[in-house]
């Protein structure tokens, strides 16, 4: 018998439903997820804690959407994950976010209908959410170098060689 996260992921991002079903899916998820969000978000500090059918029914969805929810938050909470992918309705959780984690993560997930909840304006100062921004974008960003490096030039790796004998010997 498949897992609850394994029923959630085979839905979402599997052949578990046709491509309009799973479009109308994520459309909903991402109603679910904003609105949990902002109740999460506007007691940032509180620890929520209860089965995953409690949480389900706390924010008035069905357990498959809130272990969908669970699976998206697990890795920006404090210091711990549930366990997500062994959990049933019954298994006790606890959501106790870390917000700084939290924001990164809805960055990197381009979320934007998240990480511009105006209950962010609360919680992380306008300088603090920029600069989270700028590592996440930063992070994923490969830099080519800015000056060609010739033969006899020093070699940039730093071993007082020259280029065309260091790491330049292979690439001539």
Same mark, same amino acid.
């Given at each position: 018998m498949a897992t609850m %996260? =394994?029923?959630w992921r085979n839905l979402a991002y599997g052949d578990g439903l046709a491509k309009k079903?799973? =479009? *109308?899916l994520w459309t909903s998820y991402f109603q679910i997820e904003k609105g949990i969000y902002e109740q999460i978000l506007s007691a940032p500090t *509180?620890?929520?804690e209860g089965t995953? !059918? =409690?949480l389900a029914e706390k924010y008035s969805t069905d357990t498959l959407i809130m272990t969908g929810f669970l699976d998206g938050i697990n890795e920006s909470l404090k210091g711990y994950e549930n366990p997500i992918e062994t959990m049933d309705e019954d298994t006790q959780v606890k959501i106790e976010i870390d917000p700084e984690k939290l924001y990164y993560n809805m960055v990197e997930a381009k979320a934007s209908w998240l990480y511009e909840l105006p209950q962010?304006?609360?919680i %992380?100062?306008?300088e603090r959410r920029t600069e989270l921004y700028k590592e996440q974008k930063a992070s994923g960003t490969v830099r080519r170098q800015t000056k060609k490096v010739y033969p006899n030039d020093p070699c940039p790796c730093g071993s007082g060689k020259k280029? !065309? !004998?260091c790491c330049g010997k292979n690439v001539m």
């Open positions: %996260l =394994e029923t079903q799973q =479009e *109308e *509180e620890v929520i995953v !059918k =409690e962010w304006d609360s %992380l100062s306008e280029y !065309k !004998k």
